[in-house]
């Protein structure tokens, strides 16, 4: 997506300085497949990756607005891809996702939200709640499926 002087166009829960692009990261390639036509759908330009590593590798190159990383993977986990990821650009919009967190597992998206992602998602999730979600970065609200820490009223 090129560069305008107007919002026409843009995404939802993107700034306009930002540049719409967004680096969805998850090991599980029917995942990323999913998400990457999900957001080209809402307007998103997406690239993606299988790894922490080469993730950090992309974001470092075409510096998305938004990284939309899953928690647990192998090698580089989300964790670790979000500080070094923070360290680099610390106003980047970064959403943490994971499957894990019930019946007695650890809750890694609080966990990611407490340790500095802007947003989480529990999977398995829907397109609309993912959308919801997008915009809700830049518009808060209290329908949001989770916030630095905090749940939904």
């Keep these: 997506m090129g560069s305008t002087s107007s919002d026409a166009g843009r995404p939802p829960g993107i700034g306009l300085r930002d540049n719409g692009t967004v680096l969805v990261v998850d ?44 928690l647990v993977m192998p ?29 007695g597992r650890p809750d890694y998206v609080r966990l990611a939200t407490k340790l500095g992602a802007d947003a989480g998602i529990r999977k398995p999730f829907n ?8 915009v809700g970065l830049q518009d808060p609200g209290p329908w949001q499926v989770e916030k630095r820490g905090t749940r939904p009223r």
Excluded: N, Q
């Design 75 to 103: 090698g580089k986990d989300g964790i670790e891809l979000m500080r070094e990821i923070r360290r680099e650009r610390a106003s980047v919009k970064i959403v943490a996702m994971s499957g894990g967190g019930r019946y």
């Design 27 to 70: 090991d599980d390639r029917a995942i990323c497949d999913a998400l990457r036509l999900t957001l080209e759908d809402l307007g998103y330009a997406v690239i993606t990756a299988h790894d922490g590593i080469e993730a950090l590798a992309l974001f470092l190159e075409h510096r998305p607005a938004l990284i939309l990383t899953d």
């Design 127 to 134: 397109g609309s709640a993912l959308h919801e979600l997008l």
